[in-house]
């Protein structure tokens, strides 16, 4: 039973254009998410998280959307760069039991075109 | 920065072989993970570890072993490797109560 769904596997995009990375998840007791950049050959890399008592947290380029009522959550990056091209993990927890495990999303892979 | 070091970056086992891969981090955490990362189907948790000589299965854990005799190192272990065992292997660490991960670089095992 698959509780954290990226049902993109792939999305291309313009350079400079919005890149939108979805996540779904099923489990009403997660309240933490994480969004995870990984390279090709690397390791990921934590990019930014969102608590349940917020409904958006920005970073820069990069903002979460969180959806609470439909279980959503999405990733912008504004502008996208071919840099931005990587694998995006979705990533949840929940407070309670053990809080540091984290249930990933399958990956979405994302190409910024020049 | 927290560092988690694997130590190897690409290894090439014969089947049959026992494995070991080893991952070390430097922040003392009490938690650690190991996943395998393969197209299509994300990161799989296999086993992970709450405390020295502590271990929990993940969601894979066939045909896998882990030891954790000391805090900062957690091993995986591959009893006999198979060709379904080719895969990218990661560490990961995080302290008590933290809510992300930090990951190593991973290790790129074929197994042939």
């Known amino acids: 039973d698959q509780q954290v769904k990226q049902n993109s596997p792939s999305l291309s995009v313009q350079e400079g254009r919005i890149s939108i990375l979805n996540c779904d998840y099923t489990?009403?007791?997660?309240?933490?998410f994480l969004w995870y950049k990984k390279y090709p050959a690397e390791g990921p890399t934590f990019l930014i998280s969102?608590?349940?008592?917020?409904d958006k947290n920005e970073d820069g380029r990069f903002t979460v959307f969180l959806n609470k009522s439909a279980k959503h959550l999405s990733l912008h990056i504004v502008p996208s760069q071919p840099g931005d091209s990587a694998v995006y993990f979705c990533?949840?927890?929940?407070?309670?039991?053990?809080?540091?495990?984290?249930?990933f999303g399958k990956g979405t892979l994302l190409t910024v075109n020049p | 920065d927290v560092k988690v070091t694997q130590s190897s970056r690409y290894l090439v086992k014969r089947t049959g072989e026992k494995v070991f891969l080893e991952c070390v981090q430097d922040?003392?955490?009490?938690?650690m993970f190991w996943y395998r990362q393969d197209p299509g189907l994300g990161l799989r948790l296999i086993y992970f570890?709450?405390?020295?000589?502590?271990?929990e299965k993940g969601d894979i854990p066939e045909g896998y072993s882990v030891s954790r005799e000391k805090k900062e190192r957690f091993s995986l272990i591959l009893e006999s490797a198979s060709t379904n065992q080719t895969s990218m292997y990661l560490c990961?660490?995080?302290?008590?109560?933290?809510?992300?991960?930090?990951f190593g670089s991973g290790t790129r095992l074929t197994v042939v």
């Open positions: 990961a660490s995080t302290s008590q109560g933290a809510r992300g991960y930090t």
């Open positions: 489990n009403s007791m997660f309240d933490y």
């Open positions: 969102i608590s349940s008592i917020k």
């Open positions: 990533a949840a927890s929940y407070s309670g039991g053990s809080n540091y495990k984290l249930t």
């Open positions: 922040m003392d955490h009490e938690n």
């Open positions: 570890s709450y405390d020295v000589k502590m271990k």
